[in-house]
């Protein structure tokens, strides 16, 4: 039993949905544990204070939190107090001591008006205010115009001073204080300097020309006056403090760092660093597992997409879903394969990888854009894999030769597939994963001698050509295992030393004939709508072996001899003629053609009636039944067995013409055409009506060509005249 039996039997326990599904997590399994090892982290069994037996480097890059926080800590307390001098705090303070010396001349002038206004009318003694009165006057406008608590600051004996002061005496008071306070308060003053700055004011007073009373009370209105103007900001210290610890840069123990040599006593910093990369296997740490598992989700996952929008049968989805997994596994074990030379100390031998075998094959058995969403998923896994062997990290340089490389493979495989095409693509994928290697190797600015730049050059060519030999190696055994039909196998099939064509040519040349001409309308109509012309053309080759069986039978094999339907009764006539569809159907299963051409050389009759047969019978019979004296189908299934129903019945009835004529042609392909749509035989298959159209169209521009008019020759006794230069 073969490999398509095997999944045939699958499929009738299992459906499709259940079918699927297992591929799907079979898949996925499968790619997390060949992953598996590569990001697995490696960990070690270390005691504090104990010796390291081998040196240990970091495999990742990681910050290092602590570290970060005590330097950015360190930093912010650099930062000093932030103050702010406020030099309008000198003027708001002269203005106070000014206001002082104002309400005490207004409370002054005012007790001097009272005294006036009396003096004819009281003594005066009795008429003047009282100083405790005018004290009061003075306390209470201080107290009403000033926000500070003036009256309970300075003392009453200093207001009573000035009370008791007048005129030019007062004003020069006044002035020297002011002027004092002023001088000092321009300067910066912070809270641990207010009293050398009221030592200072007091010192200036004191050298003043007042009198000791009045010197003694500006020294205190002037020490009053001064206080702090370069004030501690601490929201601007916060802002400078965060700054700072904004400034500080993460502190990082690098991929590859040395976190401890071998030989060296691990203390307590260096075994935290190990525990915090989880490289103790008292402590492991599980992400880079839970990494790779949301790395296989969206890998299936982006197959699932793709699949589950294909426009195709659901056997061709399934033979598709398991070949192109396959492929892919296939891969990714050569990969890790090579990666595993990694150990050797083999640098760089990640760029003989045959990078481009998976998306040859996937596009030369599939199509270009599953081929394309493979190059994708084998880079991102080559990124994994090979890693210079450093575990649990990813290697972008890997990733960007296997994603170039698989994409050349895709574009230079021709749609010719043949063994010669693959070869030169392989060799062209070559030329591009050399200049792949110089550019990976020139942009990282490496040091390397001419002998590493060979033997990196050479890596890249053997990957190339790997990737055609691999590619042309392991397609006959897909292509045979899933009955898939390439274009290489097309190509194959279409040669004439294939036995079943040289038994078609040998034993019924006629059917031969008819095949080749059928193909050439099939194709070119094909071609026309979008479909498969290369398939049309090798199934219209087979699509009448049946007739090997009994070759007189047929018209088209009936050279100089009776047609033996003449003594046959219709409904003998008629099983003959029905049976060339079946017999060629199990002919090309016994020589396990693909399932493709069988379905046309079944199809291509669909469920027609054999009208000369049944009009005979009913000649003898008026009751027979119709039904007796169709093809028992299926009718066309697909486009391509569609068309050649068609031109199979075309060429046939134009063949049987005698010289005819575009407009006779035409008319022939037009009345087929539309017997054919009448008796529902494309009802079964996805052919438009615009389709057909167009197939009409090309049959008859094929069809003008072969039936061409010819010049006529002349006789024998002309041509001797006239010459053997006559053209056809």
Same mark, same amino acid.
């Given at each position: 039993?073969?490999?398509?039996?095997?999944?045939?039997?699958?499929?009738?326990?299992?459906?499709?949905?259940?079918?699927?599904?297992?591929?799907?997590?079979?898949?996925?399994?499968?790619?997390?544990?060949?992953?598996?090892?590569?990001?697995?982290?490696?960990?070690?069994?270390?005691?504090?204070?104990?010796?390291?037996?081998?040196?240990?480097?970091?495999?990742?890059?990681?910050?290092?939190?602590?570290?970060?926080?005590?330097?950015?800590?360190?930093?912010?307390?650099?930062?000093?107090?932030?103050?702010?001098?406020?030099?309008?705090?000198?003027?708001?303070?002269?203005?106070?001591?000014?206001?002082?010396?104002?309400?005490?001349?207004?409370?002054?002038?005012?007790?001097?008006?009272?005294?006036?206004?009396?003096?004819?009318?009281?003594?005066?003694?009795?008429?003047?205010?009282?100083?405790?009165?005018?004290?009061?006057?003075?306390?209470?406008?201080?107290?009403?115009?000033?926000?500070?608590?003036?009256?309970?600051?300075?003392?009453?004996?200093?207001?009573?001073?000035?009370?008791?002061?007048?005129?030019?005496?007062?004003?020069?008071?006044?002035?020297?204080?002011?002027?004092?306070?002023?001088?000092?308060?321009?300067?910066?003053?912070?809270?641990?300097?207010?009293?050398?700055?009221?030592?200072?004011?007091?010192?200036?007073?004191?050298?003043?020309?007042?009198?000791?009373?009045?010197?003694?009370?500006?020294?205190?209105?002037?020490?009053?006056?001064?206080?702090?103007?370069?004030?501690?900001?601490?929201?601007?210290?916060?802002?400078?403090?965060?700054?700072?610890?904004?400034?500080?840069?993460?502190?990082?123990?690098?991929?590859?760092?040395?976190?401890?040599?071998?030989?060296?006593?691990?203390?307590?910093?260096?075994?935290?660093?190990?525990?915090?990369?989880?490289?103790?296997?008292?402590?492991?740490?599980?992400?880079?597992?839970?990494?790779?598992?949301?790395?296989?989700?969206?890998?299936?996952?982006?197959?699932?997409?793709?699949?589950?929008?294909?426009?195709?049968?659901?056997?061709?989805?399934?033979?598709?879903?398991?070949?192109?997994?396959?492929?892919?596994?296939?891969?990714?074990?050569?990969?890790?394969?090579?990666?595993?030379?990694?150990?050797?100390?083999?640098?760089?031998?990640?760029?003989?990888?045959?990078?481009?075998? $998976?998306?040859? =094959?996937?596009?030369?058995?599939? !199509? &270009? #854009?599953?081929?394309?969403?493979?190059?994708? *998923?084998?880079? +991102? /896994?080559?990124?994994?894999?090979?890693?210079?062997?450093?575990?649990?990290?990813?290697?972008?340089?890997?990733?960007?030769?296997?994603?170039?490389?698989?994409? $050349?493979?895709? =574009?230079?495989?021709?749609?010719? !597939? &043949? #063994?010669?095409?693959?070869?030169?693509?392989? *060799?062209?994928? +070559? /030329?591009?994963?050399?200049?792949?290697?110089?550019?990976?190797?020139?942009?990282?600015?490496?040091?390397?001698?001419?002998?590493?730049?060979?033997?990196?050059?050479?890596?890249?060519?053997?990957?190339?050509?790997?990737?055609?030999?691999?590619?042309?190696?392991?397609?006959?055994?897909?292509?045979?295992?899933?009955?898939?039909?390439?274009?290489?196998?097309?190509?194959?099939?279409?040669?004439?030393?294939?036995?079943?064509?040289?038994?078609?040519?040998?034993?019924?040349?006629?059917?031969?004939?008819?095949?080749?001409?059928?193909?050439?309308?099939?194709?070119?109509?094909?071609?026309?709508?979008?479909?498969?012309?290369?398939?049309?053309?090798?199934?219209?080759?087979?699509?009448?072996?049946?007739?090997?069986?009994?070759?007189?039978?047929?018209?088209?094999?009936?050279?100089?001899?009776?047609?033996?339907?003449?003594?046959?009764?219709?409904?003998?006539?008629?099983?003959?003629?029905?049976?060339?569809?079946?017999?060629?159907?199990?002919?090309?299963?016994?020589?396990?053609?693909?399932?493709?051409?069988?379905?046309?050389?079944?199809?291509?009759?669909?469920?027609?009636?054999?009208?000369?047969?049944?009009?005979?019978?009913?000649?003898?019979?008026?009751?027979?039944?119709?039904?007796?004296?169709?093809?028992?189908?299926?009718?066309?299934?697909?486009?391509?067995?569609?068309?050649?129903?068609?031109?199979?019945?075309?060429?046939?009835?134009?063949?049987?013409?005698?010289?005819?004529?575009?407009?006779?042609?035409?008319?022939?392909?037009?009345?087929?055409?539309?017997?054919?749509?009448?008796?529902?035989?494309?009802?079964?298959?996805?052919?438009?009506?615009?389709?057909?159209?167009?197939?009409?169209?090309?049959?008859?521009?094929?069809?003008?060509?072969?039936?061409?008019?010819?010049?006529?020759?002349?006789?024998?006794?002309?041509?001797?005249?006239?010459?053997?230069?006559?053209?056809?």
């Amino acid at each position: 039993m073969d490999f398509q039996a095997y999944i045939s039997k699958i499929r009738t326990f299992l459906s499709y949905k259940v079918f699927t599904t297992l591929i799907y997590c079979i898949l996925g399994l499968l790619l997390f544990v060949i992953l598996f090892h590569n990001v697995k982290p490696e960990t070690y069994d270390i005691e504090l204070f104990s010796v390291a037996d081998k040196t240990i480097r970091s495999p990742k890059t990681v910050e290092d939190e602590i570290k970060t926080s005590e330097a950015r800590e360190n930093a912010a307390d650099q930062i000093d107090k932030v103050y702010v001098f406020k030099k309008e705090m000198a003027q708001n303070r002269v203005s106070l001591i000014t206001s002082i010396f104002d309400f005490v001349k207004d409370t002054n002038y005012e007790s001097h008006k009272v005294v006036d206004e009396n003096s004819s009318e009281i003594k005066n003694e009795e008429a003047a205010i009282t100083l405790q009165t005018r004290l009061k006057q003075l306390k209470t406008r201080l107290t009403e115009n000033v926000s500070e608590d003036i009256t309970n600051s300075i003392s009453d004996q200093i207001f009573m001073t000035l009370l008791q002061t007048e005129g030019a005496e007062l004003q020069n008071t006044k002035d020297i204080v002011v002027q004092n306070v002023e001088s000092v308060m321009n300067d910066k003053i912070r809270e641990d300097g207010v009293e050398a700055a009221r030592k200072l004011v007091a010192d200036y007073i004191k050298m003043s020309g007042l009198s000791d009373e009045l010197k003694n009370v500006a020294i205190d209105l002037g020490k009053y006056a001064i206080i702090p103007n370069d004030l501690y900001d601490p929201v601007l210290t916060d802002d400078r403090k965060k700054q700072a610890k904004e400034d500080v840069e993460p502190v990082k123990i690098l991929q590859g760092q040395i976190i401890v040599q071998e030989g060296h006593l691990i203390d307590r910093e260096t075994y935290r660093q190990l525990e915090m990369l989880g490289l103790l296997k008292s402590n492991p740490t599980i992400k880079p597992l839970i990494g790779l598992g949301i790395f296989v989700i969206l890998a299936i996952g982006s197959i699932y997409m793709y699949f589950s929008r294909l426009a195709t049968t659901e056997d061709k989805k399934q033979n598709y879903l398991l070949l192109a997994s396959l492929i892919f596994i296939c891969s990714i074990i050569i990969m890790k394969i090579i990666g595993l030379m990694e150990n050797a100390n083999l640098n760089k031998i990640a760029y003989i990888f045959p990078a481009a075998m $998976a998306p040859m =094959l996937i596009k030369t058995m599939i !199509n &270009e #854009r599953l081929a394309l969403i493979m190059t994708i *998923l084998i880079a +991102s /896994c080559g990124s994994i894999v090979f890693h210079d062997g450093i575990s649990n990290t990813i290697d972008i340089e890997v990733a960007v030769y296997i994603l170039f490389s698989g994409l $050349a493979g895709v =574009l230079f495989v021709s749609s010719r !597939n &043949e #063994r010669s095409h693959i070869l030169r693509a392989g *060799l062209l994928v +070559s /030329c591009i994963n050399l200049l792949l290697i110089f550019f990976l190797l020139l942009i990282g600015g490496g040091q390397f001698t001419i002998t590493e730049y060979l033997y990196f050059g050479l890596f890249s060519v053997v990957s190339g050509i790997l990737s055609s030999v691999f590619t042309i190696g392991l397609l006959p055994f897909f292509e045979a295992g899933f009955g898939i039909l390439s274009t290489m196998r097309l190509i194959e099939l279409s040669n004439p030393n294939h036995p079943l064509l040289k038994k078609l040519l040998t034993e019924t040349p006629g059917t031969y004939h008819h095949s080749v001409m059928v193909a050439n309308l099939a194709e070119a109509a094909c071609e026309a709508i979008g479909a498969n012309g290369l398939l049309a053309r090798v199934g219209c080759y087979y699509h009448d072996v049946g007739k090997t069986k009994r070759p007189p039978f047929f018209i088209e094999n009936q050279m100089n001899i009776e047609n033996p339907h003449d003594r046959l009764p219709p409904e003998t006539s008629k099983d003959i003629i029905i049976s060339h569809a079946t017999d060629g159907a199990k002919e090309l299963r016994k020589h396990k053609l693909p399932r493709e051409i069988v379905d046309i050389a079944e199809q291509h009759h669909g469920t027609s009636l054999l009208k000369f047969f049944y009009y005979k019978a009913k000649k003898l019979d008026e009751n027979t039944p119709e039904s007796e004296y169709r093809y028992p189908g299926p009718k066309p299934q697909t486009k391509e067995a569609a068309v050649i129903s068609l031109a199979d019945s075309v060429e046939a009835a134009v063949r049987s013409m005698a010289n005819p004529t575009p407009s006779e042609i035409r008319l022939l392909v037009h009345n087929i055409a539309q017997d054919k749509i009448l008796d529902g035989q494309f009802n079964e298959c996805n052919l438009t009506l615009k389709e057909i159209e167009l197939v009409k169209k090309r049959f008859c521009e094929t069809l003008n060509g072969i039936f061409h008019s010819r010049i006529e020759y002349p006789d024998l006794k002309q041509q001797k005249v006239i010459g053997s230069d006559t053209a056809n």
